[in-house]
């Protein structure tokens, strides 16, 4: 399809094969879009250059950003803007928390572990949002991705869970805020999928096993499916869509 053709779309948070973005960046490819990439780490860098070459997939422009910083944010703009000019659509797929308060109680989290939870995983998509829209001068679509852990208590996820909520919570008043210069902001809530960020939370088996035994779909969704309904998200299709969580989770999340 060419639902994207000619369309400048940036993606943040390629880590590897398994990551959510790399799902992503497969949609939005197979739909014409030319694709900028922001990766944290130099290893991740590497990653993504093979397996942008691998899938024989050439970047309009790779850079660094690091999300914890402002100042890593402006310089990665600032290049994005001098290279690409124009920007239609983001794609946020970054989260971090301390691998030890994955586990145990909630009650337990620490001020600076919840604090960095709540830079890097929520913070983080007001800061791109506010770079990203002035890049965004015909338009354009951001989503961001969240999981249920913000709606209800699920074990072990505790500080992410808060953090999402949080996260959803700026979807909404960002939406608001976007609107009028005709940028969407929405959220993809995907069921528990097996990757690097997946596996620093304790008992991640258990959670697909939950989604087979009790989703109606009856099976786990994959980065594929996360990717398809980001591509929508993205696109001309959502033209009508804003503030909006979309739970792409086999509908998991009905089930009570
Ligand atoms: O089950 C899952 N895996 C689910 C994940 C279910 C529902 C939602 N999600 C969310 C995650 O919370 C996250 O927001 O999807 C998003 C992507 O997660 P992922 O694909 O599961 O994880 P991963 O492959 O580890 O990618 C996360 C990226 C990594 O990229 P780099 O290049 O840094 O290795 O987020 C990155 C993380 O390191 N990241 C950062 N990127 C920029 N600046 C930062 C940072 N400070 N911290 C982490």
Redesign the pocket.
Known sequence: SSLLEGKNIVV?????E????WGITKSLHNAGANLIF????E??YQKLVRLLEKNNITPKLTVS????SDESIKVAFKEIEDKVNVIHGLVH????AKREELQGEYADTSRDGFLLAQN??AY?LVAVTKQAKALMTEGGSIV????IGSEQVIPNYNV?GVA?ASLEASVRYLAEDMGKYGIRVNAI??????????KGVSGFNEKTSIIEEKAPLRRNVDQDQVGDATLFLVSELARGITGEVLHVDSGYHIIG
């Not at 398994?18 to 973005?21: D, F, G, T």
């Not at 950003?65 to 914890?68: G, I, L, M, N, R």
């Not at 797929?93 to 971090?96: H, I, N």
Request: proline share 2%; net charge positive; hydrophobic share 35%.
């Open positions: 943040m948070g390629v880590a590897n398994r990551s959510i973005a922001t990766y944290r780490q290893r991740s950003c690091d999300v914890e797929s970054v989260a971090f890097i995983s983080s961001t991705q969240t999981y992410m999402k809530s995907a069921g528990p999928i097996r990757t690097l960020s997946a």
